[in-house]
T-cell receptor, first 114, second 112 residues
Framework: AQTVTQSQPEMSVQEAETVTLSCTYD???????LFWYKQPPSRQMILVIR??????QNATENRFSVNFQKAAKSFSLKISDSQLGDAAMYFC???????????FGQGTRLTINP | KAGVTQTPRYLIKTRGQQVTLSCSPI?????VSWYQQTPGQGLQFLFE???????NKGNFPGRFSGRQFSNSRSEMNVSTLELGDSALYLC???????????FGPGTRLTVL
């Protein structure tokens, strides 16, 4: 069974600074998808960024980018120029194709200090 | 396009009752998944439907069931509610051929 681990329960960063959230996963599949979701206090889960395992190039979406290390099974999220609106719980998720489901990590609570 | 909608947003029930939650996916999305979110267990997969067929089910007791209608709207039902069923229930939809899931705002269920 696939597992996703986020080792940082909480992180904080100064506004305008850069922060990196860590995620590792375990799988025997060779083709899969990875995602980062953001859950603000409103509890709405918002897709931040996606990465296809077959792509070597790291995904980027504006201020958000990932560092995907397939051999190490690592998938970290970098947030540049942090903004107050980035404060939220961040979940790393693995899409299990066989089971057609997302497997989530436990989440990292990100605080932005003004 | 309108996002995923879930009704009701909040629900309070007592032990032993049953509850039905509803989810309307994004227009054109045919896959609907349900997740339970609790502080202790995190986000756990309940089941996934595609074209009215349940394709996969998570590790939950038979009290948890669901269905999908021809318009892709989905419902989940929990019978004989227990205190431990108190959670945020999230519904997500996906377009055909894509793997990202788009979530609704959730239904907060409290069991007293």
């Amino acid at each position: 069974a696939q597992t996703v681990t986020q080792s940082q329960p909480e992180m904080s960063v100064q506004e305008a600074e850069t922060v990196t959230l860590s995620c590792t996963y375990d799988t025997s599949e060779s083709d899969y998808y990875l995602f980062w979701y953001k859950q603000p206090p409103s509890r709405q889960m918002i897709l931040v960024i996606r990465q296809e395992a077959y792509k070597q190039q790291n995904a980027t979406e504006n201020r958000f980018s990932v560092n995907f290390q397939k051999a190490a099974k690592s998938f970290s999220l970098k947030i540049s120029d942090s903004q107050l609106g980035d404060a939220a719980m961040y979940f790393c998720a693995y899409f299990a194709q066989g089971a057609q489901k997302l497997v989530f990590g436990q989440g990292t609570r990100l605080t932005i200090n003004p | 396009k309108a996002g995923v909608t879930q009704t009701p947003r909040y629900l309070i029930k007592t032990r032993g009752q049953q509850v039905t939650l509803s989810c309307s996916p994004i227009s054109g999305h045919r896959s609907v998944s349900w997740y339970q979110q609790t502080p202790g267990q995190g986000l756990q997969f309940l089941f996934e439907y595609f074209s009215e067929t349940q394709r996969n089910k998570g590790n939950f007791p038979g009290r948890f069931s669901g269905r999908q209608f021809s318009n892709s709207r989905s419902e989940m039902n929990v019978s004989t509610l227990e205190l431990g069923d108190s959670a945020l229930y999230l519904c997500a939809s996906s377009p055909v051929g894509y793997h990202e899931q788009f979530f609704g705002p959730g239904t907060r269920l409290t069991v007293l």
